[in-house]
């Protein structure tokens, strides 16, 4: 029923709201559809997969952000009968940011709040480490720092020499990622961040509120990068409470 292989969604009636989510680097979209169970039924999950990862696992990756922020905003708009928000987790936090500007700078429908987890604010990111360029050994060690990696997969060296290509494309994406100045958008940014997170700073967060006319809120979830795994319904209520807000206003 979806009509298109960039969303998973689950079918339901009486749906008056979409929320788009953007995974992190190497993860696929699949885990997002659970999070429809906690949510009222009037809001759709839409789940975005990215070609290379899933069930696109033999399409060719990306490797340029801007290169699939063109390629993801036709898909956005063909969803715009319904208003929308985004929530992006890591990567996914740079892309629906960087989404949300094309639909504003294109004027098209625009999400009405950006959710962003686990994502450095734009203007400071500073790529420290090339892990796209490392060799396989580097790279499932550097993936194993991350925390969002089971084990008994990494320790899979055929399954990752699988996995790793889109891996790769992924982190290319964040590594050359390159900022540029333009119109604050004009909708709310919540900002999500993990306590113990040691892969975004913390002191810049606040920058975030440099993306936005609007209002931008940081809320804190006790746990590492990957938060949102054991704190799934904390960050399902913090999506939940920033869209009442809104419709409060």
Known sequence: MNGTPWLLRHAG????????????AGGSAAPFLAWQASLPPSIEVCAVQLPGHGARFG????????????ALA??????????????????GGL???ELARHCQRQRLAMPEHLFVSASSAPRQRRTKRHLHGLDDEALIAALGDYNGTPPAILADRELMA??????????AMVETYAYRDDAPLDIPITVLAGTNDSHVAAQHLPCWQKETSDVCQLRWFEGDHFFIH???????????DGLAERQAA
């Open 59 to 70: 399409e060719a990756p990306f490797h340029s952000l801007a290169q699939l922020v063109d």
């Open 74 to 91: 036709p898909v956005i708009a063909r969803e715009a009968g319904l208003p929308f928000a985004f929530f992006g987790h890591s990567l």
């Open 230 to 240: 054991n704190r799934q319904q904390e960050v399902i209520d913090c999506i939940l």
């Open 13 to 24: 009636n009486g749906r008056r709201f979409r929320l788009f989510c953007f995974s992190y």
């Open 162 to 171: 699988l996995l790793l290509p889109a891996i790769r494309a992924d982190f």
């Open 95 to 97: 892309l629906a940011f």
